[in-house]
């Protein structure tokens, strides 16, 4: 078989593709002008649909690895079939999504393949020597770092929902079949469960007023509902932290691992705006930023930034309306 | 038991740090702090919990950084770890995961250790990689992301929950020796006590001097992200700030 020059590592939801294989698919277009030489790497216990599905929609060759030997398959399964693939096709780069999957098994995949492993890449660019630079944000946002890997070849992991996803109007790819068998290794997944309770609360109001670590602590959220309370159609949301310390349910989570919404307004009191957040509400209408460092990354993604303590603010503002 | 909790000295958000004058990475301001990863406080918390219900089990940590990281491991003996190990390392340019992974990888080897701990994510590089890169210079099994933990000490074996996106988890059972990465919420970290604080004054540091490993990858360039949206900022004292903001919502319609 011919050395192709990206893997594409896809990802399912159950048997069905996930959008972010079409990201994927979008950028190794931008990497590699000879599609002939990009292949799609599907691994399931019954990965035929997604294969013709995948082979359909981007045009590209698709190597689809059914596994059998398990009910739930495990990323380490995911692991050896694509070391397995590397090894036969010789890649310079393994595109793979920053999901919880993808950094489940990337860096690890990196190590036995003794590859750099560049995680978070939020875009790809061409340095002045012709060589692709990726791209990722440090420090909850403030800065963005362009990487080098140095070797061949590079694990690439690069945050699902930045990029547009992609539609051929060419002719499928090819699709080659293999078979794998696991043993009951040291992981055995048990079940899959869905806690999904997303509110519709957040997915109706005008206005989301989220709440972040910067508001101090549980009782200051009292400002911030007050706050909320002056403007008609207004909900209350919060960063995860707030829900890991139990000061919000988790259906009040705007984020990554939460909700993803997209009000007309939403006001961000007190949050840093790290990419996990900014995931879940990048696509609002109009967003202000309220926190007292003028540095935070939130004020990137706002429209209108005020620089202030959060409580101090909302306290004149509360004085100012009622003297109005 | 034997239990290793891998932790990192990160710069506080709000404290932040500067970009060094060749552009090639961050380095510290005059107003930088430090703390310890908010990750890892959550996975030495889960470490400790297990030291409390399980007798004769002993909790080490391990941090790789220079010398001002001793103070993540000070930290760690003031909640409750027993032993520290401080790989000496100077961390002034950007240091891949793969590097830090098999330095870390290397002290772990010699501990016999039954349940190794990482947080899923560094505040400052946020790669969520190096737990997981760990476990495969061990060669032991990993799971990432882990929201809840069940023991079965007996059997040799954790009972985990780890979470993905939209509020799906999987739940699975993996054979120790494993290497587990932990995510907010599993439980709430304790601050260190006083009299722990004091006493680990005079503990020990196992202290190991820097043998680098070739990186995998450069930092070419680091710059401050792009604005994506207008980023008005409204100058002005309060009152001002206030008067504009409910200038801005009437504009809108947001306020009556
Ligand atoms: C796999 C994974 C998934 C994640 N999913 C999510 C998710 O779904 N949603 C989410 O939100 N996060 C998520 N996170 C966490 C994320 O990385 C950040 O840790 C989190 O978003 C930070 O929350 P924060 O902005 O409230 O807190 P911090 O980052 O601590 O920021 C607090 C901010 O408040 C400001 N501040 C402090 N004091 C004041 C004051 N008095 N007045 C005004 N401002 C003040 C500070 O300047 C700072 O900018 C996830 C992380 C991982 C690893
Ligand atoms: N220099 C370090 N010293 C100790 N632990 C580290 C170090 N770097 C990363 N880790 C651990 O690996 C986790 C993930 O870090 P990262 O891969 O940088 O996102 C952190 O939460 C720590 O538990």
């Given at each position: 078989?011919?050395?192709?020059?990206?893997?594409?590592?896809?990802?399912?939801?159950?048997?069905?593709?996930?959008?972010?294989?079409?990201?994927?698919?979008?950028?190794?277009?931008?990497?590699?002008?000879?599609?002939?030489?990009?292949?799609?790497?599907?691994?399931?216990?019954?990965?035929?649909?997604?294969?013709?599905?995948?082979?359909?929609?981007?045009?590209?060759?698709?190597?689809?690895?059914?596994?059998?030997?398990?009910?739930?398959?495990?990323?380490?399964?995911?692991?050896?079939?694509?070391?397995?693939?590397?090894?036969?096709?010789?890649?310079?780069?393994?595109?793979?999504?920053?999901?919880?999957?993808?950094?489940?098994?990337?860096?690890?995949?990196?190590?036995?393949?003794?590859?750099?492993?560049?995680?978070?890449?939020?875009?790809?660019?061409?340095?002045?020597?012709?060589?692709?630079?990726?791209?990722?944000?440090?420090?909850?946002?403030?800065y963005?770092?362009?990487?080098?890997?140095?070797?061949?070849?590079?694990?690439?992991?690069?945050?699902?929902?930045?990029?547009?996803?992609?539609?051929?109007?060419?002719?499928?790819?090819?699709?080659?079949?293999?078979?794998?068998?696991?043993?009951?290794?040291?992981?055995?997944?048990?079940?899959?469960?869905?806690?999904?309770?997303?509110?519709?609360?957040?997915?109706?109001?005008?206005?989301?007023?989220?709440?972040?670590?910067?508001?101090?602590?549980?009782?200051?959220?009292?400002?911030?509902?007050?706050?909320?309370?002056?403007?008609?159609?207004?909900?209350?949301?919060?960063?995860?932290?707030?829900?890991?310390?139990?000061?919000?349910?988790?259906?009040?989570?705007?984020?990554?691992?939460?909700?993803?919404?997209?009000?007309?307004?939403?006001?961000?009191?007190?949050?840093?705006?790290?990419?996990?957040?900014?995931?879940?509400?990048?696509?609002?209408?109009?967003?202000?930023?309220?926190?007292?460092?003028?540095?935070?990354?939130?004020?990137?993604?706002?429209?209108?930034?005020?620089?202030?303590?959060?409580?101090?603010?909302?306290?004149?503002?509360?004085?100012?309306?009622?003297?109005? | 038991?034997?239990?290793?909790?891998?932790?990192?000295?990160?710069?506080?958000?709000?404290?932040?740090t500067e970009i060094n004058p060749a552009g090639s990475y961050i380095e510290?301001?005059?107003?930088?702090?430090?703390?310890?990863?908010?990750?890892?406080?959550?996975?030495?918390?889960?470490?400790?919990?297990?030291?409390?219900?399980?007798?004769?089990?002993?909790?080490?940590?391990?941090?790789?950084?220079?010398?001002?990281?001793?103070?993540?491991?000070?930290?760690?003996?003031?909640?409750?770890?027993?032993?520290?190990?401080?790989?000496?390392?100077?961390?002034?340019?950007?240091?891949?995961?793969?590097?830090?992974?098999?330095?870390?990888?290397?002290?772990?080897?010699?501990?016999?250790?039954?349940?190794?701990?990482?947080?899923?994510?560094?505040?400052?590089?946020?790669?969520?990689?190096?737990?997981?890169?760990?476990?495969?210079?061990?060669?032991?099994?990993?799971?990432?992301?882990?929201?809840?933990?069940?023991?079965?000490?007996?059997?040799?074996?954790?009972?985990?929950?780890?979470?993905?996106?939209?509020?799906?988890?999987?739940?699975?059972?993996?054979?120790?020796?494993?290497?587990?990465?932990?995510?907010?919420?599993?439980?709430?970290?304790?601050?260190?006590?006083?009299?722990?604080?004091?006493?680990?004054?005079?503990?020990?540091?196992?202290?190991?001097?820097?043998?680098?490993?070739?990186?995998?990858?450069?930092?070419?360039l680091i710059r401050y992200?792009?604005?994506?949206?207008?980023?008005?900022?409204?100058?002005?004292?309060?009152?001002?700030?206030?008067?504009?903001?409910?200038?801005?919502?009437?504009?809108?319609?947001?306020?009556?």
């Amino acid at each position: 078989m011919n050395d192709k020059h990206i893997l594409i590592i896809a990802e399912l939801d159950e048997d069905r593709l996930k959008p972010v294989t079409f990201e994927l698919s979008h950028h190794a277009k931008n990497m590699e002008s000879n599609p002939d030489n990009i292949l799609l790497v599907i691994t399931g216990t019954a990965p035929g649909h997604a294969a013709r599905e995948a082979s359909e929609r981007t045009g590209l060759d698709v190597l689809c690895v059914t596994v059998s030997g398990t009910e739930f398959m495990t990323n380490a399964t995911r692991k050896d079939v694509v070391v397995s693939a590397a090894k036969r096709f010789n890649p310079s780069y393994i595109l793979c999504p920053h999901s919880s999957e993808g950094t489940d098994y990337g860096p690890g995949l990196a190590v036995r393949l003794s590859a750099a492993c560049i995680s978070a890449v939020n875009g790809i660019t061409r340095g002045e020597d012709g060589s692709l630079l990726f791209s990722r944000s440090i420090c909850g946002g403030q800065y963005n770092a362009l990487m080098k890997p140095d070797t061949k070849p590079a694990v690439i992991l690069v945050q699902p929902g930045l990029f547009p996803t992609e539609k051929n109007q060419g002719e499928p790819g090819r699709i080659i079949a293999e078979t794998y068998t696991t043993q009951i290794g040291h992981i055995r997944m048990t079940g899959i469960e869905k806690t999904r309770e997303s509110s519709s609360e957040l997915g109706q109001a005008k206005v989301i007023v989220a709440a972040g670590r910067g508001v101090g602590n549980k009782e200051n959220l009292d400002a911030i509902r007050r706050f909320a309370a002056l403007f008609p159609g207004a909900a209350v949301a919060g960063s995860r932290p707030l829900i890991d310390m139990g000061w919000l349910e988790y259906r009040y989570q705007v984020g990554i691992t939460g909700n993803v919404v997209s009000p007309p307004v939403y006001i961000a009191c007190g949050i840093s705006g790290s990419t996990q957040h900014i995931a879940g509400m990048g696509t609002s209408g109009y967003v202000i930023a309220i926190n007292s460092d003028p540095h935070a990354a939130i004020f990137n993604v706002s429209d209108l930034c005020i620089v202030d303590d959060i409580i101090g603010f909302i306290d004149a503002f509360e004085d100012f309306e009622k003297e109005e | 038991m034997n239990i290793l909790v891998l932790i990192k000295q990160v710069p506080q958000t709000e404290a932040a740090t500067e970009i060094n004058p060749a552009g090639s990475y961050i380095e510290r301001s005059p107003v930088t702090l430090y703390k310890m990863n908010r990750f890892d406080e959550y996975a030495l918390e889960e470490a400790l919990r297990i030291k409390e219900t399980c007798p004769e089990t002993r909790v080490d940590v391990i941090t790789l950084g220079p010398e001002h990281a001793k103070e993540v491991i000070r930290r760690a003996y003031g909640m409750g770890a027993d032993n520290g190990i401080h790989i000496l390392a100077d961390n002034s340019n950007y240091l891949d995961p793969s590097a830090v992974a098999a330095r870390i990888g290397e002290e772990a080897a010699k501990g016999n250790y039954d349940l190794i701990f990482a947080g899923i994510m560094s505040e400052d590089m946020m790669q969520s990689q190096t737990g997981q890169m760990v476990a495969e210079v061990l060669g032991l099994p990993c799971v990432s992301s882990v929201v809840a933990l069940t023991l079965d000490e007996r059997a040799g074996k954790v009972m985990v929950k780890r979470e993905l996106e939209g509020g799906v988890r999987h739940s699975l059972e993996a054979d120790m020796p494993v290497v587990l990465t932990v995510q907010a919420g599993i439980n709430t970290p304790r601050y260190p006590t006083l009299s722990k604080v004091l006493k680990a004054n005079g503990k020990d540091i196992t202290t190991i001097t820097e043998n680098p490993v070739p990186p995998r990858q450069t930092c070419v360039l680091i710059r401050y992200p792009e604005k994506q949206r207008a980023g008005v900022v409204v100058e002005g004292s309060r009152a001002d700030k206030v008067r504009e903001l409910a200038r801005i919502l009437r504009q809108k319609n947001i306020m009556r």
